[in-house]
């Protein structure tokens, strides 16, 4: 009977052996799955981005966060992050919303910047949870960020769709990356535009992975709100509030409605608008704000770019001596230019209102109330 005792030395031997098998063949996996993954290479671009952004935080003092010690879904987040000077919005950017500037300046952003006026009560701390909702176009996505830069707060512009990743049990490690990573870097703002396509009501046909990554979100955000010291603030904004579950409502207590402007809340932002821009002296504001009713902020900018597009295009069939387009070639020094090309005029304006107004009621999304005379 052949002997198969083995020695003290060949049973190491064997173990060594089948521990770099293991290595090699969990690296080889780990190297193949990485290649056939579709998210890869916007991982590694996010990654990177992530430690510029960083970075630039510690080097300009507002953080102390160390790329070091954030985990990779912290990292993934950390790409969405936006320093508050690098915000391009402040309020004077924004017309017409005196009333709900002052109020966010009062319920929110003073509870973080002078924090020791409410440390004798935790009734009067920032709400945990802000809502901006209304029509599309209104300024609810220039009054988040404007909130931010205002308060000095980071401020994550949350895109959701990279919570959604295709291994099971990623998006539930991103979901909680969102708040830890938050709370690291608070005072912090998380910006979720169109909260309502993330955070709709739940029903029995959302996916498992879907329901148990709301479930979560809403546990990390409850953990925020018990916790009276953690300056992080979740704001949202929608066009349809209605579609939110009414437990995304409770935990957002602060709600503002951001509405269609009235004729004078157009003044103002046609006049914010054409502030620094040449006009003639035959603008009429006060006309132009009473005849677009039904328009929001958003169509007062796009009629006014209109509008000054209609002088450069008569300039250019001026350069074409009466045909239909001039040369494109830059030949002529900026000054040159300035000095050729008219101011806007009032029927420019008009010109690009009813054009706005027309393809409006096509598309059924102007509300008409009454006859409006341009003439």
């Known amino acids: 009977m052949a002997d198969t005792t083995f020695s003290k030395t060949e049973i190491i031997g064997l173990v060594v052996r089948l521990s770099l098998v293991s290595a090699v063949t969990f690296l080889s996996i780990k190297w193949l799955m990485n290649q056939i993954d579709p998210t890869n290479k916007s991982k590694k671009k996010a990654k990177k981005l992530a430690a510029e952004r960083l970075k630039r935080l510690a080097g300009t003092g507002t953080t102390s966060v160390s790329i070091d010690k954030l985990s990779e879904y912290e990292m993934m987040i950390a790409s969405h992050l936006v320093h508050p000077e690098d915000i391009p919005v402040t309020w004077s950017d924004i017309a017409g919303l005196d009333s709900v500037i002052n109020e966010l300046r009062e319920t929110v952003i003073l509870p973080v910047k002078r924090r020791e006026l409410f440390t004798d009560s935790r009734l009067t701390s920032a709400p945990k949870g802000v809502l901006l909702h209304g029509p599309p176009g209104c300024g609810k996505t220039l009054i988040a960020k404007a909130t931010a830069k205002e308060a000095g707060m980071h401020f994550i512009n949350l895109d959701v769709s990279i919570l959604t990743d295709k291994w099971y049990g990623e998006s539930q490690k991103l979901a909680s990356a ?132 209609y002088r450069v295009r008569d300039f250019l069939r001026t350069e074409a001596g009466g045909g239909v387009i001039g040369s494109l070639d830059n030949s002529h020094e900026e000054d040159e230019y300035h000095d050729a090309l008219r101011p806007i005029i009032m029927s420019d304006l008009l010109d690009s209102f009813g054009k706005m107004r027309k393809s409006k009621l096509q598309c059924g999304s102007f509300p008409l109330t009454g006859r409006i005379d341009v003439d």
């Open 178 to 309: 969102v708040f830890t990573l938050a709370v690291k870097l608070q005072p912090c703002i998380i910006f979720i535009d169109e909260i309502d396509s993330f955070l709709r009501s739940r029903n029995s046909t959302d996916h498992e992975a879907t329901a148990m990554m709301k479930a979560q979100f809403m546990s990390l955000w409850d953990g925020l709100i018990t916790d009276s010291s953690c300056s992080v603030i979740i704001m949202g904004a929608t066009n349809r509030p209605r579609d939110l579950d009414k437990a995304i409502l409770r935990r957002m207590p602060a709600t503002f409605h951001i509405n269609l402007p009235n004729e004078v809340q157009r003044k103002k932002i046609l006049q914010l608008i054409l502030e620094n821009e040449p006009i003639s002296v035959d603008v009429d504001v006060d006309k132009l704000a009473e005849v677009t009713d039904g328009f929001s902020g958003s169509d007062l900018k796009e009629l006014c770019r209109n509008a000054s597009i």
